[in-house]
């Protein structure tokens, strides 16, 4: 059975990191690089690691976030573990990477392969329960920006842009990468009612540190911060039925 590597930035995720926890269970190793956040997400992320030892926190301290540093883990930390491990995963917290059998088709992973995920939106009234929140997608609408490269053999060289949307993918020893696509299914949970919309994008906002304030990462949220109904209601009348996605016995 092959093993994967898990690699996922963490800062103020605590409502929807119990969620995260709980879907993957499945992976051998999970790394959260933790860029200072100031609610109980490291907390949550210790109790966990009483019953999980695979739980490994990276704590950076900064007070702020440079979309290039999470960058740099994305690109490289993982690399030091290609002795231990065949797939790396790549997912923010509020990122569900599915498949119906999951553990299989990672399994089925072959050399050189990397996978583009197929992103939806998932649209909810509130956040839901850590024990139904699959089960309960009803509404979503699909989002192409979030059709990107999260699932790979972990002997490829990815260079991630910073937001992780666009990678280069590179083979050892001159070999070609080889992307994959529908397979995986990128459900993004951040469109839980306006109140949920409005509290993330506020922390992710005033996160950033300068040099991400002069490329413009995550200019976006203030907007959303300002209008977080106007948002919400927009994306909410936009979105339809992707139910059938975890449905027919699938979670």
Same mark, same amino acid.
């Given at each position: 059975?092959?093993?994967?590597? =898990?690699?996922?930035?963490?800062?103020? $995720?605590?409502?929807? @990191?119990? +969620?995260?926890?709980?879907?993957?269970?499945?992976? $051998? *190793?999970?790394?959260?690089?933790?860029?200072?956040?100031?609610?109980?997400?490291?907390?949550?992320?210790?109790?966990?690691?009483?019953?999980?030892?695979?739980?490994?926190?990276?704590?950076?301290?900064?007070?702020?976030?440079?979309? $290039?540093?999470?960058?740099?883990?994305?690109?490289? /930390? /993982? =690399?030091?573990?290609?002795?231990?491990?065949?797939?790396?995963?790549?997912?923010?917290? !509020?990122?569900?990477?599915? +498949?119906?059998?999951?553990?299989?088709?990672?399994?089925?992973?072959?050399?050189?392969?990397?996978?583009?995920? *197929?992103?939806?939106?998932?649209?909810?009234?509130?956040?839901?329960?850590?024990?139904?929140?699959?089960?309960?997608?009803? @509404?979503?609408?699909?989002?192409?920006?979030?059709?990107?490269?999260?699932?790979?053999? %972990?002997?490829? !060289?990815?260079?991630?842009?910073?937001?992780? +949307?666009?990678?280069?993918?590179?083979?050892?020893?001159?070999?070609?990468?080889?992307?994959?696509?529908?397979?995986?299914? @990128?459900?993004?949970? =951040?469109?839980?009612?306006?109140?949920? @919309?409005? $509290? %993330?994008? *506020?922390?992710?906002?005033?996160?950033?540190? &300068?040099?991400? #304030?002069?490329?413009?990462?995550?200019?976006?949220?203030?907007?959303?911060? &300002?209008?977080?109904?106007?948002?919400?209601?927009?994306?909410?009348?936009?979105?339809?039925?992707?139910?059938?996605?975890?449905? #027919?016995?699938?979670?």
């Amino acid at each position: 059975m092959k093993k994967t590597l =898990k690699i996922t930035p963490i800062c103020d $995720d605590e409502v929807f @990191l119990p +969620h995260h926890l709980k879907y993957y269970d499945f992976i $051998d *190793k999970h790394i959260f690089v933790d860029f200072g956040g100031t609610d109980s997400s490291i907390d949550i992320l210790k109790k966990a690691q009483q019953s999980n030892p695979n739980i490994e926190i990276v704590q950076c301290k900064a007070p702020q976030v440079r979309h $290039d540093t999470m960058s740099l883990f994305k690109n490289h /930390y /993982y =690399k030091y573990y290609r002795q231990y491990y065949d797939i790396v995963i790549v997912a923010d917290v !509020d990122e569900i990477i599915y +498949h119906p059998n999951i553990k299989q088709a990672l399994n089925n992973t072959k050399p050189n392969n990397y996978f583009v995920n *197929k992103g939806f939106q998932v649209v909810m009234d509130d956040v839901p329960d850590i024990d139904t929140f699959l089960t309960d997608i009803k @509404l979503g609408v699909e989002d192409k920006t979030f059709n990107k490269p999260s699932v790979f053999d %972990i002997n490829l !060289d990815m260079y991630f842009r910073p937001g992780h +949307h666009v990678c280069f993918p590179v083979a050892p020893n001159g070999a070609q990468a080889e992307p994959i696509y529908d397979v995986f299914y @990128l459900l993004h949970y =951040k469109y839980l009612g306006a109140n949920y @919309l409005k $509290d %993330i994008s *506020k922390k992710r906002f005033s996160r950033r540190k &300068e040099y991400s #304030k002069r490329i413009g990462h995550s200019g976006h949220y203030q907007s959303i911060v &300002e209008r977080p109904q106007d948002h919400f209601s927009e994306i909410k009348n936009s979105s339809y039925d992707i139910s059938w996605i975890t449905s #027919k016995n699938n979670v």
